[in-house]
């Protein structure tokens, strides 16, 4: 009897002690795991992130110098590389604290990396992020004072580093490598700005804030002064229009940005209401564009230029549809023209680019285009 | 009394060393287990760059004569709006594309199968597929809600000789059978379309009609019926191992990547050759089209090996 008591007494403990230690050692081996590789995970990102900043750009007086122009696994870029050199473009980037997290942060992991000099410009001075604060507060009204001082403030602190300076919200994505293309066909000292055309309220028409808009040095040059003459003043909010009637009147041209079969390349809206949607006729758009809209795939250059409405997954759905994604092999329809600069700009010492016979030939092509224009 | 304790506790230290032993055992054995695991899974990779540009001109024009592709696309009148899509859109690269219907539909053209029982239509797709192949000899196999880049399908199979046996696509495994999930697009060379007209006539091995009670999904039946013929599943990805099909459409896997790599989403996230992509609406399709067939940064090339030209009466591509 006491014998037998024993036995089952031990055969318990051994089922006691088997289960009990399997617990003990899932719990520990589980949470263990779990715990360590979750702030592992983590860590890592944060590093990680921090790790990739520093190698693609260098921080100074507020603003981000490109280090690293990207390239593609397998892709040759020397025409690419060619006009990041010779078409300098200064992005500034209109945002605010609010949005830094939400919105900026994405511009600045993907289309602003093919920029050569990017500022974002905030109500508040950031020296981590960079962002630059001109005095101004947040807000719709706001928006034309902040392009006025950031204008100047790229004018005065980067003038001399760039040729052309763009302007961006942090829900625009633009693709750098398609505007340096159209750039590279005019000249830096010439007073003209490129943008989405639109007609209304301005003789000349205005560029749409939302898809972007590029001045040329000179015609940053002429927005300065007229500034300083009080031949422009802060005459409305409405930044796009206000800045276009500033345009007009120091006399920059506003440019036709189209590509050579005549399709737009700066989009106010994003790819998706350009290529399938149809807005409705009473839509405000069908009065506004300068040229002709036109709805579906042609819609759209192959050398789109810029995108607005753009949220930060479908910044990095564009960014690899741009960079990334392609068909092997296959042979685009349309083939565009290279630059006629280009073989300037590759040409060896002294192989200056004759400024003054560009600007001349230009300047007459942009008055001869300006009288094809259609003017309704 | 004291007696029983004791040997209850005996009991419990023995029980618990006893535990200890055997976890360890399990982990060391789980461990190696699976890598062999690993190795058993087939990856197909494409050729690389460097084997491309040692081949001759005429090696070059008999491989893009090779590498053609007949699309066979499963369509369903419920599935109108897919069907539609697919028609407008990247079924125009395959070099010929057939729609094969459940039933017919009076607004699109397709081959009439009369046959609801999926599995059943699969066969007879394939064998009319076989019967009017003519010289091509790659055969892509989707649903209308996948959408798939034919240029980066003939990339992939650039070096397979179709004489072999080939059955590619994103592999997964139920039990012991690896499987090429259909949702992603399913590719066979003329090899093995050969060997499954042979084995549909076992009625044992790869019957038409399954059990009536216990309805395999036609991706199995396919590899097992594949499996008899000694034909064996491979995953299609690129240099990087990233997979080339995915039945996720490219806005989720985005998503996905942006939670996980926030600092290197889109190099995380998908291959730059991807084949498919599914469960996407129409409009991204077409948006879709463009950023794959137009959208690109001037002056960046990649001077390719091989060209694919663009299809005629096509505008979106």
Redesign the interface.
């Known amino acids: 009897m006491?014998a037998l008591?024993?036995?089952s007494?031990?055969?318990?403990?051994?089922?006691?002690?088997?289960?009990?230690?399997?617990v003990l050692?899932r719990q520990v081996g589980f949470t263990r795991d779990l715990g360590s590789r979750e702030s592992e995970a983590h860590e890592k990102?944060l590093l990680?992130?921090v790790k990739?900043e520093n190698k693609n750009w260098k921080k100074e007086r507020l603003a981000l110098f490109n280090l690293n122009h990207p390239h593609?696994t397998?892709?040759?870029?020397?025409?690419?590389?060619?006009?990041y050199k010779h078409v300098r473009i200064l992005c500034w980037v209109m945002t605010g604290p609010n949005n830094l997290e939400k919105k900026a942060r994405h511009v600045k992991?993907?289309w602003s990396r093919?920029c050569n000099i990017v500022v974002f410009i905030s109500s508040v001075d950031d020296p981590d992020f960079p962002t630059v604060g001109l005095n101004t507060k947040e807000g719709r009204d706001q928006l034309y004072w902040k392009t006025i001082r950031a204008f100047h403030y790229v004018m005065d602190k980067y003038g001399d580093e760039a040729d052309w300076f763009l302007k961006a919200d942090d829900d625009t994505y633009v693709?750098v490598?398609?505007l340096?293309?159209i750039l590279a066909s005019h000249s830096p000292e010439d007073p003209v700005y490129f943008g989405r055309r639109f007609k209304p309220y301005a003789k000349q028409g205005y560029m749409s804030g939302g898809a972007g808009y590029v001045l040329s040095k000179e015609a940053l040059r002429r927005f300065v002064e007229g500034f300083r003459t009080k031949v422009c003043t802060h005459t409305s909010s409405v930044e796009d229009l206000a800045l276009g009637q500033c345009m007009e009147k120091v006399g920059v041209v506003a440019g036709d940005s189209r590509d050579t079969l005549q399709r737009e390349t700066f989009h106010p809206f994003e790819?998706?209401s350009h290529?399938?949607g149809t807005f409705s006729k009473t839509f405000w758009y069908w009065n506004y564009c300068y040229y002709p809209i036109v709805q579906?795939?042609?819609c759209?250059s192959?050398?789109?230029v810029s995108f607005h409405y753009v949220n930060?997954?479908l910044m990095?759905?564009?960014?690899?549809?741009?960079?990334?994604?392609?068909?092997?092999?296959?042979?685009?329809?349309?083939q565009?023209s290279e630059p006629n600069v280009i073989q300037d700009f590759n040409a060896p010492a002294p192989g200056k680019v004759e400024i003054g016979d560009i600007e001349e030939k230009l300047g007459v092509e942009e008055q001869e285009g300006e009288k094809k224009s259609p003017r309704t | 009394m004291m007696?029983?304790?004791s040997?209850?506790?005996?009991?419990?230290?023995?029980?618990?060393i006893?535990?200890?032993v055997v976890?360890f055992f399990e982990t060391f054995n789980s461990g190696t287990h699976s890598e062999g695991h690993e190795h058993l899974h087939h990856h197909l990779k494409p050729v690389s760059?460097d084997e491309l540009e040692k081949l001759s001109e005429s090696q070059m024009s008999d491989w893009t004569l090779q590498v053609r592709v007949y699309c066979l696309i499963m369509v369903t009148p419920k599935l109108l709006v897919h069907w539609a899509t697919a028609n407008d859109t990247w079924s125009k690269?395959c070099d010929k594309s057939v729609f094969y219907t459940s039933e017919s539909s009076k607004v699109l053209e397709a081959v009439d199968l009369q046959e609801q029982d999926e599995w059943a239509r699969l066969r007879k797709a394939i064998r009319h597929a076989y019967e009017n192949a003519g010289d091509l000899r790659w055969f892509f196999v989707a649903r209308p809600t996948t959408f798939a880049?034919i240029?980066?399908l003939?990339?992939l199979v650039l070096d397979k000789d179709p004489s072999q046996p080939f059955y590619i696509g994103h592999t997964e495994k139920s039990g012991e059978l690896d499987y090429v999930e259909y949702d992603s697009g399913i590719v066979l060379s003329y090899e093995t379309m050969r060997r499954l007209i042979e084995i549909f006539k076992d009625v044992d091995r790869c019957p038409e009609r399954g059990n009536a009670l216990w309805k395999t999904p036609e991706e199995t039946q396919l590899a097992t019926c594949l499996k008899y013929s000694g034909v064996f599943a491979e995953n299609g990805e690129d240099a990087q191992g990233k997979g080339l099909f995915n039945k996720k459409s490219?806005?989720s896997l985005?998503?996905d990547?942006?939670g996980q790599?926030?600092?290197?989403?889109?190099e995380a996230?998908?291959s730059?050759?991807?084949i498919t992509f599914g469960g996407m609406s129409?409009?991204?399709i077409?948006?879709?089209?463009?950023?794959?067939?137009?959208?690109?940064?001037?002056?960046?090339?990649?001077?390719?090996?091989?060209?694919?030209?663009?299809p005629k009466d096509s505008?979106?591509?």
């Open positions: 006491k008591g024993a036995r007494a031990f055969y318990v403990g051994f089922v006691v002690g088997t289960c009990t230690l399997y050692l990102s990680e992130m990739e593609h397998g892709e040759d870029g020397t025409l690419a590389d060619t006009l992991a993907t093919h693709i490598d398609n340096r293309w790819p998706e290529l399938t579906g795939p042609q759209c192959d050398l789109a930060p997954s990095y759905l564009l960014e690899y549809y741009t960079y990334h994604l392609r068909a092997f092999g296959y042979k685009y329809r349309y565009p | 007696y029983e304790g040997s209850f506790m005996k009991g419990m230290i023995l029980g618990g006893f535990c200890l976890s760059k690269h880049i240029e980066n003939k990339y490219v806005s985005i998503s990547s942006m790599n926030p600092a290197d989403v889109v996230c998908c730059d050759m991807a129409q409009s991204q077409q948006v879709l089209m463009y950023g794959v067939y137009r959208l690109r940064p001037y002056g960046h090339d990649f001077h390719d090996s091989l060209t694919f030209l663009p505008d979106n591509d």
